[in-house]
């Protein structure tokens, strides 16, 4: 059954600071997601990663895949307020079956202190 | 281009009632998938429908849950009987082809009194 973990759980940073969050997973996949969710809201999509090596940014943010490792990062550079909301990395879909079903992570709940 | 719709948006209900949650895709989407995010929890999948068939709903529990996705009209998720431990965000997503980027609705929370 495929896992998918992050770390942390929880993030409490300073606004100015640079940090990661972590995603793995267990088995082969198609493509890796980023979603951003703030409290009582819906995800908001991030970014798509669908190739070993993919690296894309915006903003502060910026998002990479090692597919060989099966680790995906979320690098959060000299973090703002703003920036407060939980993280969620998605994978999905798996090899070469019918289904279309994204499993996530735990999220990371990050929080920027002023 | 309308997003994701989902209604209600806030649903409360006695144990033992039943729960209908709509979700109507964006436009020119035929794919719909249910997931269920429980406090403090990820998401979890729950269904995958095509129009007028389930395609994977391995994530549905075995008892008291139903989906469908008609011809015409929005997807329903339905479950009978509800008791407290069903209390959760429920999150309809779409994609215009099977492997397509999933896009996500407001969500319907479901609180069981």
């Known amino acids: 059954e495929l896992k998918v973990e992050q770390n942390p759980l929880f993030l409490s940073m300073q606004e100015g600071k640079n940090y990661t969050i972590y995603c793995n997973y267990s088995t082969t996949s198609d493509r890796l997601y980023w979603y951003r969710q703030d409290p009582g809201k819906s995800l908001e999509s991030l970014f798509v990663?669908?190739?070993?090596?993919a690296v894309k940014q915006e903003g502060r943010l910026m998002a990479s895949l090692d597919t060989k490792a099966r680790l995906s990062t979320l690098h959060i550079t000299a973090a703002v307020h703003d920036l407060s909301a939980t993280y969620f990395c998605?994978?999905?879909?798996?090899?070469?079956?019918?289904?279309?079903?994204?499993?996530f992570g735990t999220g990371t709940l990050l929080a920027v202190q002023p | 281009n309308a997003g994701v719709m989902q209604n209600p948006r806030h649903l409360v209900r006695r144990r033992g009632q039943e729960a209908r949650l709509r979700c109507s895709p964006m436009?020119?989407?035929?794919?719909v998938y249910w997931y269920r995010q429980l406090p403090e929890e990820g998401l979890k999948f729950m269904v995958y429908l095509q129009k007028e068939n389930i395609i994977d709903e391995s994530g549905m529990p075995k008892e008291r849950f139903s989906a469908e996705f008609p011809k015409e009209g929005p997807s329903i998720l339905r479950i009978q009987q509800v008791v407290r431990g069903d209390s959760a965000a429920y999150f309809c997503?779409?994609?215009?082809?099977?492997?397509?980027?999933?896009?996500f609705g407001p969500g319907t929370r479901l609180t069981v009194t």
């Open positions: 990663l669908l190739s070993n090596g």
């Open positions: 436009k020119g989407h035929s794919h």
């Open positions: 997503a779409s994609s215009p082809k099977d492997r397509g980027e999933q896009y």
């Open positions: 998605a994978v999905g879909p798996l090899g070469g079956g019918a289904t279309n079903k994204l499993i």
